[in-house]
């Protein structure tokens, strides 16, 4: 006191329109955020931007999918996202890395095995093409399969039937196959790992995921999700700390 109303009236209207213009920041950066994300995947890169439209395009459909792409690139995330966008994200989402495995084990994770079928089966076992039923079952490094594992998997993927290991009764699958790969797949080319009349079977719709090195603008959202998750700053990273993190010689 005493007290200037007209000055008050000015300092309070300036405090409100500050708040407000702090709430649309905070607004746009939230669906800015929205917009370069899909399920776990980040990116505000073309490329980036082209993977998630060819996921949203694509995940509606039965075909099976091939992803290809560097280790590291998140081929795992872009499958996962593909059952998530899906009608199938109700049902199961059944992984198995087939370059983690034997041939033999393998197979009997694939398609399951009967008490009795090789030492130390004691019991039926379902495989993962029965415990994804009417899901998604996603098969990481595909191409390092070896060649008759190969063509039991063609057969599943051309009449949907197979039977377990050891055992005669013909089982079904309706599962969507998402497989993925690091390797060169390409047909016709000498290093190509895959059956050529398998590859067109996964390969009916085909998403290729760039390496970071190509999407260098990505970083920034990259580096800021990471720091989030793991209780690091929360304001954004500054304009200034994104250009030097895109132009940094990685």
Not at 43 to 48: I, K, L, R, T
Not at 182 to 190: D, E
Request: glycine share 6%.
């Amino acid at each position: 006191k005493p007290i200037n109303f007209d000055e008050l009236l000015l300092v309070l209207s300036r405090a409100i329109e500050r708040r407000r213009l702090k709430q649309e920041t905070a607004g746009l950066r939230q669906r800015l955020s929205e917009r370069h994300r899909l399920a776990n995947l980040i990116g505000a890169s073309p490329a980036m931007q082209s993977v998630f439209d060819t996921v949203l395009q694509v995940a509606p459909s039965r075909a099976s999918v091939l992803i290809t792409g560097e280790s590291g690139t998140g081929k795992e995330l872009i499958a996962a996202a593909l059952h998530e966008h899906s009608p199938r994200a109700a049902q199961p989402f059944v992984k198995l890395h087939c370059a983690a495995l034997s041939e033999t084990l393998l197979e009997s994770e694939l398609f399951g095995h009967e008490r009795g079928a090789f030492t130390g089966a004691v019991a039926r076992r379902e495989g993962r093409f029965e415990l994804a039923a009417n899901g998604t079952l996603f098969l990481d490094e595909i191409a390092d399969l070896d060649l008759p594992l190969q063509t039991k998997l063609l057969r599943v993927l051309e009449d949907r039937g197979y039977e377990r290991v050891g055992g005669s009764t013909r089982l079904e699958s309706q599962a969507r196959i998402i497989s993925a790969t690091s390797r060169n797949v390409t047909p016709g080319q000498p290093s190509s790992r895959l059956r050529e009349d398998l590859y067109y079977r996964l390969a009916v719709l085909r998403i290729d995921v760039p390496p970071l090195r190509d999407r260098r603008q990505d970083i920034p959202l990259l580096v800021q999700s990471f720091l989030q998750r793991t209780g690091g700053p929360s304001r954004a990273i500054s304009e200034a700390a994104m250009d030097r993190l895109v132009d940094f010689d990685w």
